[in-house]
């Protein structure tokens, strides 16, 4: 059992090893990783305490620092440094990252937000730096699963500005940024992760 006054979600349980296999090799020689959006915090024990070579950065609205606060002081790993309150339609860390990394969030975001995470990401990462975004995605236009299309029928009656992206639409946001798609790894219940890589 977990704590009450500790956020939790079972879907970052459930998806935390798929998403660790992924990363681990592409971040084998990174040293900073930015996460954006990391919600409870679950995701950003359980990889730092897998991956100990990477200094791993949370960071999420203001609101979300207490529930990521708590999971960081429970796990004590000192390649957890405080949460960052970041916006990304604000101002961005004056830092440099190695790589970045962000599960579940494009959905939940607006459209103009979406396109300021690529922009800032776009700033802070270093040449040849990875991003890996995961979640669900629509390829052509189109649902990938009937479960998908429901979600964002779902997304879209709680907040038209929510929903699916579809990833040729951020491939070309990517490009805007100096982000170039370089991989797509399908994952379990019909969803992915995309990877982008900063052009030098």
């Not at 339609?89 to 975001?109: E, L, Q």
Request: proline share 8%; charged share 20%; aromatic share 8%.
């Amino acid at each position: 059992m977990y704590p009450s006054d500790k956020p939790y979600s079972q879907a970052c349980e459930e998806n935390k090893r798929p998403i660790l296999g992924v990363i681990a090799p592409l971040f084998r020689d990174a040293h900073r990783v930015l996460e954006i959006g990391s919600g409870t915090g679950q995701h950003a024990v359980f990889f730092a305490a897998s991956l100990p070579h990477l200094t791993w950065q949370t960071s999420d609205l203001a609101s979300n620092l207490p529930g990521i606060r708590s999971w960081l002081a429970e796990a004590g790993l000192p390649n957890l440094p405080p949460p960052l309150a970041l916006d990304v339609t604000g101002i961005w860390p004056d830092a440099r990252y190695d790589a970045a990394f962000s599960a579940n969030t494009a959905h939940i975001m607006s459209e103009a937000e979406v396109g300021a995470m690529f922009r800032g990401i776009g700033r802070v990462l270093v040449a040849r730096g990875h991003f890996a975004l995961y979640g669900p995605f629509n390829i052509g236009g189109r649902p990938t699963s009937e479960s998908n299309e429901r979600f964002d029928t779902a997304l879209r009656m709680r907040n038209p500005e929510m929903g699916l992206r579809d990833r040729d639409a951020l491939v070309r946001l990517g490009s805007k940024s100096g982000l170039a798609l370089i991989a797509d790894h399908p994952m379990p219940v019909n969803n992915r992760t995309l990877v982008w890589q900063r052009t030098p």
